[in-house]
């Protein structure tokens, strides 16, 4: 039942991803590669935020990602984005591998601060050693090449998008799979009775060490198609403020499902835009008031204002039939 | 040796500029255990209104000692206007909700006021520095000083101090207290908690902004202080441990030591050192170090 009532949406999702280039014009195609990019690195906070874990740091893996690719682009040159592709999201996990075990240990409110901590920890490096991350001035990326193809100006835009967006639709589905896993389920778990979970004889600090690795290699995928689809990478990729952005998608979208998060980072970069269109000086301030509203009014985020309206028409039509 | 005495004491003049700008924080999480990410926004506003007033007070023609009294003033006007608005219109709904909810509501407060006050004060670096260069200079082992960064030391510890009395000593403390370790019990003895809530906020707003105005005149306020004044303020009460005033002004002087030690000797690892300190402590006393142990659910 569950399965078919999802199948409808997925598949029209699909087509309307795949058409976009020909529906609509370059610049809103651009927005669209850039949230879809970021929308994988949004899965990984949103991830935690089911099992009521808040990362404040989680931009040390988008910010990893990215300058694992402009590093590599600046001092070797190698510009192939497959290579990356896998690159980006093992480095992440690598990252995530390393202090995962430190960061299972802690929950809650420090949970966030150790993750901050990290994070901030990347930002300094990046921020202050000029003669390897070239400072505040950031690395230009640069056109990648596909297979060894460099594609031509034109071309770029799209071939770009469509990489994004193959890259956004394997996250999904490891999300997904993720999810539905034994451990997925344990982790959704987190939120309502941790101690409950060690009672069935799973390990806790398990769970996050695993979940935070996968994360991890989210945000260092995210990381990569941020850099290319940008094209510019600084160390504000990593500052406190990103993170926070990556949080607060996740709520605009809704953490219930996975729908959610993509519907949140699209329409977050949307608002953006548009916001920073109509009145550049106070785009923060309309961000800011958006969120204010959909907390205290509509805590389960654009997610929950769907499946209201669907529950609404489906029950409509129940009537419709009956009578 | 004479260095030595250098790296002190910029290190000293540092820790209280942090100390002013944490203190609001670790109090606010201590009453009410939200992490008050709008309080780097409150910290601004109260920069940009005391200096705005400052400027005001010195076009008028009036005297350059006014602006002092001008600087409280626009922190007070400040302190609490903000934090009975934030903590009765957006806080007093959020208590005990999860922490992403709270954390998210609070930053997002700040993007609103950080927008404002672009739009009030524009995004050109306003500055006041009669308050600084009136009081002139005082020579300290054979180098000299700002007075008023010494008196803002001299302050900083009279804060510190206050606020330890406050809590500590008197009525209104005693039911902080209570409230802190048990507010429901506290309600049923009698005690108004959510006037306890409001009054804990304002404090901790007003600290932030007199926290803001007192250190305006040493740099100029610009955009972008709100983000990096709640960055330094995280880093500052987990080390010293979230929610004890005490608590805060270790940590401000640990950092504070530090980062001038970076300054003089390895002046690239200024920044890195601070959070490699917070992740080092939070990774031997997750509490931090005065925080009192929560109780774990496992």
Sequence with gaps: ?323 | MNFAIIIFADGVIYAANLFLLSVGMTMVYGVLRILNISHGAIFALGSYMATSLALKVLAQGYSPYITYPALILGALIVGLTTGPIIERLFLRRIYGRPVAIQLILTFSILLVLDDLMKMIWGTNPIFVSEPCTLLGEVSVGGIPYLSYNLLLVGISLFFGALLFWIVNKTRLGKLIISVISDSEISSAMGINVNRIYLIAFTIGALCASLGGALIAPTTASVPGTALNVVSLSFAVIAIGGMGSIEGAALGALIVGLSRALCIHLFPELELLSIYLIMVIILFIRPQGLLGKVELRRI
């Design chain 1, 1 to 323: 039942m569950r399965k078919q009532r999802t199948i409808l949406p997925l598949y029209f999702t699909t087509i309307l991803f795949f058409s976009a280039p020909v529906l609509v014009p370059r610049w809103i195609l651009f927005i669209l590669t850039l949230a879809l990019a970021k929308f994988i690195g949004v899965l990984g906070v949103a991830l935690f935020l089911r099992g009521g874990l808040v990362s404040l740091g989680h931009a040390l893996f988008l910010g990893a990602g990215a300058y694992t690719a402009g590093l590599l682009i600046k001092w070797f040159g190698i510009r192939e984005a497959f290579f990356y592709l896998f690159l980006g999201p093992a480095c992440g996990a690598l990252i995530a591998a390393l202090f995962g075990a430190i960061i299972a240990r802690y929950r809650g409110v420090f949970f966030a601060m150790i993750n901050l901590a990290f994070s901030m920890i990347l930002y300094s490096v990046l921020l202050k050693f000029y003669w390897l991350t070239g400072g505040t001035d950031g690395i230009s990326i640069g056109t990648p090449s596909f297979l060894g193809i460099t594609p031509a100006k034109e071309a770029l835009q799209h071939i770009l998008y469509y990489f994004v967006l193959i890259s956004a639709g394997i996250a999904t589905y490891a999300t997904y799979r993720f999810l539905e896993s034994p451990l997925g389920y344990f982790l959704k778990a987190l939120n309502d009775n941790e101690i409950r979970i060690e009672y069935s004889g799973e390990s806790v600090q398990k769970i996050i060490f695993i979940t935070y690795i996968f994360s991890g290699a989210l945000g260092g995928l995210a990381g990569v198609l941020v850099s290319f689809s940008v094209g510019h990478i600084v160390p504000e990729l990593t500052f406190f403020l990103q993170s926070a952005e990556l949080l607060m998608i996740a709520l605009l979208g809704g953490i219930g499902s996975v729908f959610g998060t993509l519907f949140g980072a699209i329409a977050f970069e949307f608002i953006r835009t548009y916001a920073y269109k109509y009145s550049p000086e106070t785009w923060q301030m309309t961000l800011g008031i958006i969120m204010l509203f959909l907390i205290l009014y509509q805590p389960g985020g654009i997610w929950a204002i769907y499946e209201s309206l669907v529950a609404k028409f489906r029950s409509r039509w129940e009537r419709v039939k009956v009578g």
